[in-house]
Nanobody
Framework: QVQLVQSGGGLVQTGGSLRLSCAASGRTFNTYYMGWFRQVPGKEREFVAGIDRTGGTTNVADSVKGRFTISRDNAKNTVSLQMSSLKPEDTAVYYC?????????????????WGQGTQVTVSS
C-alpha cells in the first residue's frame, strides 16, 4: 500500500508556470506506474500524464503536450508535474495517482491509490 501527499498548485496568470509534487510513502514506490489527472466540477477525472516505473517512458495527453512535463525521482519517492504556458482551461483540481502495473492507463479506475488533490487556477 502507498500513501500519496501532494504539494504545489495555487493561482497563476495565463502563460505562467506551476509545479506540482507528490510524495509517496513506503519502500515500493519504484514498482508503481504514476499518473496525474485533473477534474473540474461536473466532469469526469481527466488523464493528464503518466510515467513508468523507471521514469524512462512518459505518456502525455494531447491537451497538455509540449506544455506539461512529468518526472519522478525514485530515490526520493516523488513524482512531479511541471506545468508551463498555462491556460485558463487548465484550471482544475489535480490528482496524482499510483497504479500497480508496468503499463500506462488513461482511465481513473486503472489506478489504485490517489493523492488528496490540489487546486490549480489560471486567471485570464
Amino acid at each position: 500500500q502507498v500513501q500519496l501527499v501532494q504539494s504545489g498548485g495555487g493561482l497563476v496568470q495565463t502563460g505562467g508556470s506551476l509545479r506540482l509534487s507528490c510524495a509517496a510513502s513506503g519502500r515500493t514506490f519504484n514498482t508503481y506506474y504514476m499518473g496525474w489527472f485533473r477534474q473540474v466540477p461536473g466532469k469526469e477525472r481527466e488523464f493528464v500524464a503518466g510515467i513508468d516505473r523507471t521514469g524512462g517512458t512518459t505518456n502525455v495527453a494531447d491537451s497538455v503536450k509540449g506544455r506539461f512535463t512529468i518526472s519522478r525521482d525514485n530515490a526520493k519517492n516523488t513524482v512531479s508535474l511541471q506545468m508551463s504556458s498555462l491556460k485558463p482551461e487548465d484550471t482544475a483540481v489535480y490528482y496524482c495517482a499510483a497504479r500497480s502495473s508496468w503499463w500506462t492507463s488513461e482511465i481513473e479506475r486503472g489506478y489504485d491509490y490517489w493523492g488528496q488533490g490540489t487546486q490549480v487556477t489560471v486567471s485570464s
